[in-house]
């Protein structure tokens, strides 16, 4: 039912910027919440930010809040993830994950690929 492709990740430099987009295939992308998790080696998969499915409400990891921007773009069929001041602790694989609820109970979970962010040391 949902496809999701990532891109944008890439090996950048500690206290620069990188843009992640992450394009749905989706009859109705606003259905679903989306958001982006990460996954750094040797660690646990961790969740970063969400987004609603209008982008009237987002929430954040408490290490990357006032860094991250969550958005999307419903149009596109599009969620992004602007990441600025990156730190090599930010270095890992990233997520795109879409969320659609039947109900407040009842949900599916859909994955990309994930792409590879690196901040060397």
């Known amino acids: 039912q949902v496809q999701l492709v990532e891109s944008g990740g890439g090996l950048v430099q500690a206290g620069d910027s990188l843009r992640l987009s992450c394009a749905a295939s989706?009859?109705?992308?606003?259905?679903?919440?989306m958001g982006w998790f990460r996954q750094a080696p040797g660690k646990e998969r961790e969740f970063v930010a969400v987004i609603n499915w209008n982008g009237d409400n987002t929430d954040y990891a408490t290490s990357v809040k006032g860094r991250f921007t969550i958005s999307r773009d419903n149009d596109k069929n599009t969620v992004y993830l602007q990441m600025s001041l990156l730190t090599p602790e930010d270095t890992a694989v990233y997520y795109c994950?879409?969320?659609?609820?039947?109900?407040?109970?009842?949900?599916?979970?859909?994955w990309g690929q994930g792409t590879q962010v690196t901040v060397p040391s």
């Open positions: 994950n879409a969320r659609l609820y039947t109900d407040y109970r009842h949900w599916d979970d859909y």
């Open positions: 989706v009859r109705t992308f606003s259905h679903y919440t």
